[in-house]
C-alpha cells in the first residue's frame, strides 16, 4: 500500500496489499492495519493455550476472562447479568470497571478494531461487498444507526423480564472467540448467517447496527476517552479517501463541518467528531497528506 501515491480506496486497494504501508521516503513497514490484526491473534492464541497448554496469561474468552489474575468482564454482559439476576456481582463490576479504565485511556470504541475477532471477518465480508457493489450484483443500502440503540436496550429489557441473558444467545462476538477457542458448535451457523448478510445485503451490518457490545464502549468510554484520531485541516486536501475506507465515513464528514463553525478559526486540529470511531487507524493508513494521527492527552494532562 502506497498512499503516498496512489489513492487507496476501499475498491482500489487489495485486502493483502493494506498489511504493508510504503512510507514517503520509500521504506516499507507494517500498517495500522497489520497491527490491529496480530493483536487480535495475539489474543486468542493466549485463550488458546490457557485452555489447551496451561499457560495462564489471558484465560476464558471474549466475554469473560482473567489476564494474570485480574478479572476482566464484557461491560454489556455485566449489565445482562444485574438486569436478569436484579443482583451486582462484585467480580463483573470489578472486571468492567478494569476493562472502561483500559479503552478510557486508549481509545473508547478500540475492543471493536484490536481485540474483536469478528472484526476481522467482517473486513472481509466488506471487502466482498465493495466488489460485488462495482459489479452491479447488488445495490448499495444505507440503514441508520439508530436502530442499534433500540436493539441494546432490547436485550437488556429482555433479561429483566426472562431472567436470562438474551444477548448471549445471538452474541456473535462471543460464538466466533468460542469457536476459535473450543472448536466447532451449531451456533457457528449464526455466524455465518450474519457474514452472508453483510456481504450481501449491507455492509458492517452487524458492527454498525446490531452489536450492543459496541454501543455500550461507545456510550459509557468513546466520548471521555484520552484516545483520539485528530485531524489537521491544513494538511487536508479533502480528496475523501478516509471517508471511503471508514465503514463510519460520516464521523470524518461531520468533524470537517464542525471545523468550519468553530469559533477558533486559527484552530487547526481537530478530534473526531462523535463516539463511532473504532480506532482502527484505517484513515491514518491511508491519508497520503498525513493529515490524520493518533494523539492521547495523557501528556497534556502531565
Known sequence: MDKYNNRETLKKSSFFSTFISTKE??????????????SVILIHILFLLSY????????????????????LADPFLSLEVIFAHKQFPINLI????????????????????????????S???????????????IKPR???????????AFFLISSFFSAILVFEIFNVVGIFSRFIIYGFSFAFFWVV?????????????????????????????????LTKISWNKDKCDHCGVCIDVCFV??????TKKNSL??????????????????????CVDVCHHDALKFENKIKDII
Open 25 to 38: 521516503n520509500g521504506k516499507k513497514t507494517f500498517s495500522l492495519r497489520a497491527y490491529r490484526y496480530f
Open 52 to 71: 489447551y497448554v496451561d499457560i495462564q496469561i489471558l484465560e476464558g474468552s471474549i466475554s469473560g476472562s482473567r489476564i494474570l489474575g485480574f478479572h
Open 94 to 121: 470489578i472486571g468492567s470497571i478494569t476493562i472502561l479504565s483500559f479503552y478510557f485511556i486508549f481509545g473508547g470504541r478500540a475492543f471493536c478494531s484490536w481485540v474483536c475477532p469478528y472484526g476481522i471477518v
Open 123 to 137: 473486513e472481509i465480508g466488506e471487502k466482498i461487498n465493495s466488489k460485488l457493489i462495482e459489479k452491479k450484483i
Open 142 to 152: 444505507k440503514i441508520t444507526r439508530k436502530i442499534r440503540y433500540f436493539i441494546w
Open 193 to 225: 448467517i450474519v457474514f452472508l448478510v453483510e456481504v450481501f445485503f449491507y455492509r458492517r451490518f452487524w458492527c454498525a447496527c446490531m452489536c450492543p457490545l459496541g454501543t455500550t464502549y461507545s456510550l459509557i468510554a468513546s466520548k471521555i476517552s
Open 249 to 254: 465515513g460520516d464521523i470524518l464528514e461531520l
Open 261 to 282: 463553525e468553530s469559533k477558533d478559526k486559527n484552530k487547526i486540529k481537530f478530534n473526531l467528531s462523535g463516539i463511532d470511531c473504532t480506532m482502527c487507524g484505517r
